[in-house]
């Protein structure tokens, strides 16, 4: 399936809608943790290998936050974070990932 991101910015905060709160404008650490589960759920399958799930969650984690040193300092601005390569798509797909598309998240 070909990656669209206007698409995925709709999904985005449709699905924010579903997470949070009315009033609320940040997510707690538990609802972010499951937001995390839920984004390598979608994007990785069901018949993912272990090392492929890892790979794309730690490869997430380091493109949304904001790091000095060896120290995480928070997460990045959304403006600042990019997409991901689908160089790095082709690497889930030889690691025995079925659904991951090779077009960018």
Request: aromatic share 10%; charged share 20%.
């Amino acid at each position: 399936q070909e990656f669209i991101l206007e698409q995925a910015v709709d999904s985005a905060v449709s699905d924010w809608a579903e997470d949070v709160q009315e009033d609320q404008e940040s997510m707690s650490a538990d609802e972010f943790g499951m937001f995390l589960f839920e984004l390598c759920s979608l994007w990785c399958g069901a018949s993912v290998s272990l090392l492929a799930y890892l790979l794309f969650l730690n490869s997430v984690y380091i493109a949304i936050t904001d790091s000095r040193g060896a120290h995480t300092i928070g997460l990045k601005e959304v403006e600042d974070v990019e997409l991901l390569p689908s160089s790095f798509f082709d690497l889930l797909a030889l690691q025995g990932n079925v659904g991951c598309s090779g077009d960018g998240a």
